[in-house]
T-cell receptor
Framework: DAGVIQSPRHEVTEMGQEVTLRCKPISGHDYLFWYRQTMMRGLELLIYFNNNVPIDDSGMPEDRFSAKMPNASFSTLKIQPSEPRDSAVYFC?????????????FGPGTRLTVL | GQQLNQSPQSMFIQEGEDVSMNCTSSSIFNTWLWYKQDPGEGPVLLIALYKAGELTSNGRLTAQFGITRKDSFLNISASIPSDVGIYFCAGPTTDSWGKFQFGAGTQVVVTP
């Protein structure tokens, strides 16, 4: 079975550029989470969706960040304009309500470097 | 708000040694999860705990849900090189289902 798929795996961009990260959750999962991981702040929840609807975006750092989930099999996290402090590893995770263990399945992450 | 403290921050051990780490919360949890993150990968669930006092094993890993429901422990016995990675504890926030808070992680380095 395919796990959570994220693309790209690595992204290097210059300050001010728009960055779009993509995620395909596990088929059938109804929750999708976007996390950011840095050395200083650890693993932070940015936003999560239930049945494609954003439920809590309180972790989104500022208006430069936006996330969408147009359908059950695709989500994007966009940063516009990007800044060096956005450099981090961004993870997408998905889970199924009532699927047991509340386990969130993580993708491999996108390592973003903003120069 | 809830605070989740994980310790130690890092451990350097020799192959064959046992490893212990723990997490404490400022509030009561009804679930504790332990994840491992290999270098360059996303976290993977190791063990899930759902009842106070519960002791669960997964191979050489053993985790316990503290009686007070505010702490949890993870032990790795007879460490091997592939145990290298970052171990995270996680517990549910009070906001809504599915939303978890993660500890800062314990980095484990195993030397031959």
């Amino acid at each position: 079975d395919a796990g959570v798929i994220q693309s790209p795996r690595h992204e290097v961009t210059e300050m001010g550029q728009e960055v779009t990260l993509r995620c395909k959750p596990i088929s059938g999962h109804d929750y999708l989470f976007w996390y950011r991981q840095t050395m200083m702040r650890g693993l932070e929840l940015l936003i999560y969706f239930n049945n494609n609807v954003p439920i809590d975006d309180s972790g989104m750092p500022e208006d430069r960040f936006s996330a969408k989930m147009p359908n059950a099999s695709f989500s994007t996290l966009k940063i516009q304009p990007s800044e060096p402090r956005d450099s981090a590893v961004y993870f997408c995770a998905s889970t199924l309500y009532g699927g047991g263990y509340n386990e969130q399945f993580f993708g491999p992450g996108t390592r973003l470097t903003v120069l | 708000g809830q605070q989740l403290n994980q310790s130690p921050q890092s451990m350097f051990i020799q192959e064959g040694e046992d490893v212990s780490m723990n997490c404490t919360s400022s509030s009561i949890f009804n679930t504790w999860l332990w994840y491992k993150q290999d270098p360059g990968e996303g976290p993977v669930l190791l063990i899930a705990l759902y009842k106070a006092g519960e002791l669960t094993s997964n191979g050489r890993l053993t985790a316990q849900f503290g009686i007070t429901r505010k702490d949890s422990f993870l032990n790795i016995s007879a460490s091997i090189p592939s145990d290298v990675g970052i171990y995270f504890c996680a517990g549910p926030t009070t906001d809504s289902w599915g939303k978890f808070q993660f500890g800062a992680g314990t980095q484990v380095v195993v030397t031959p």
